[in-house]
């Protein structure tokens, strides 16, 4: 069984930036793709990013040149820099632990950006 233990979310203003980190139990992070996802009110939940245990990354358009997601496999731990927020990015961010058929989410940590 794996932990997902998302933390960094917050109140910041637009053109701000926050920094969410993921930290993961269990032995298979290091040969696992994770990942960020998110949901706003009243919305599906979406792909913001993922990595791939080999590091190649991958974005929704919609956050292409403001968030970074990197991994650290030492800490078992994933993170998703987020720059330039925007108040469309205010969200529940939920981190994502894939491998083969195995499936694991974190709890969220919100994010919310206005003024």
């Known amino acids: 069984q794996v932990q997902l233990v998302e933390s960094g979310g917050g109140l910041v203003q637009p053109g701000g930036s926050l920094r969410l980190s993921c930290a993961a139990s269990?032995?298979?992070?290091?040969?696992?793709?994770v990942g960020w996802y998110r949901q706003a009110p009243g919305k599906q939940r979406e792909l913001v990013a993922t990595?791939?245990?080999?590091?190649?990354?991958n974005y929704a358009d919609s956050v292409k040149d403001r968030f970074t997601i990197s991994r650290d496999n030492a800490k078992n731990t994933v993170y998703l820099q987020m720059n330039s927020l925007k108040p469309e990015d205010t969200a529940v961010y939920y981190c994502?632990?894939?491998?083969?058929?195995?499936?694991?989410w974190g709890q969220g940590t919100l994010v919310t950006v206005s003024s």
């Open positions: 990595i791939t245990s080999g590091g190649s990354t």
């Open positions: 994502n632990l894939h491998r083969g058929f195995l499936d694991f």
């Open positions: 269990g032995s298979i992070f290091k040969i696992a793709a």
